[in-house]
């Protein structure tokens, strides 16, 4: 099993380390024609306008790579990457890969000043990883998802939830980094999807990971204490 990290900017060593922890041989990808190579890619966080830019020449690639079913993770501007649309975008816009039925607002919590770290309900990654239910994530000039098609659950107690990971079929995204953490639980989530989609999984997009209060994170850092990821 190989997986790809697109390494065009941003925390793909941080990948490549988190899955060498699961056991997982994970290779830098900057030219379209090394996704023949590989099963599984990661799209990783940066900043998602200039990533865009040096993907340029990618794009056909990278939703070929989707159409084909291959299980993509998109985390921070990879989400964004993989969203059919997107707000809250610099003027211009910014081209997408595609794939996940959803709208996502980008820098949804502000500029890097405003990163900060929150608890996360996690539900579905608990029932399939068997950890706890809750997630620490860490989250830098993050995206959120605004609404999916054809529905994702959302409030309950406490408010309207953020929702800041999806999942449809072969394509997850994250709006936070677990790879800037020591927790594996959402690398070997993402590496077991394949053997799902092969066995028809739904390909209804859902909700993994949200929270019903992130305009209050639980624990701020100044933004020296959080790598910047440019």
């Not at 030219?31 to 590989?38: D, G, I």
């Not at 039925?101 to 919590?109: A, P, S």
């Not at 809750?134 to 993050?142: D, L, N, P, Q």
């Not at 993402?190 to 990971?209: D, P, Y």
Request: net charge negative; proline share 3%; aromatic share 6%.
């Amino acid at each position: 099993m190989v997986v790809g990290v697109l390494a065009l900017q941003g925390s793909f060593n941080e990948h490549i380390a988190a899955l060498r922890r699961v056991g997982v041989k994970g290779i830098e990808v900057r030219k379209a024609e090394q996704l023949e190579k590989v099963s599984f890619l990661i799209i990783p966080g940066g900043e998602s306008t200039t990533m865009a830019k040096l993907a340029h020449f990618h794009f056909l690639a990278l939703r070929e790579f989707v159409r084909l079913g291959k299980p993509v993770w998109g985390t921070c501007a990879g989400l964004i990457f993989l969203a059919d649309k997107a707000v809250g975008q610099k003027e211009g816009g910014q081209e997408l890969v595609g794939g996940l039925d959803c709208t996502v607002h980008r820098n949804y919590f502000g500029s890097q000043l405003q990163s900060f770290e929150a608890c996360l309900s996690v539900a579905e990654l608990s029932s399939k990883e068997g950890g706890p239910e809750t997630f620490h994530g860490v989250f830098i000039r993050a995206p959120t998802v605004l609404e999916a098609v054809p529905e994702v659950k959302e409030g309950g107690q406490g408010g309207l939830k953020v929702i800041v990971a999806v999942r449809q079929g072969n394509l997850l995204g994250t709006a936070f980094h677990p790879e800037l953490t020591s927790d594996s639980q959402w690398h070997s989530y993402f590496l077991k999807m394949a053997g799902e989609v092969e066995e028809g999984t739904s390909n209804s997009i859902v909700t993994i990971a949200s929270s019903s209060d992130l305009s209050l994170p639980v624990n701020e850092h100044a933004v020296n204490d959080l790598p910047i990821l440019e």
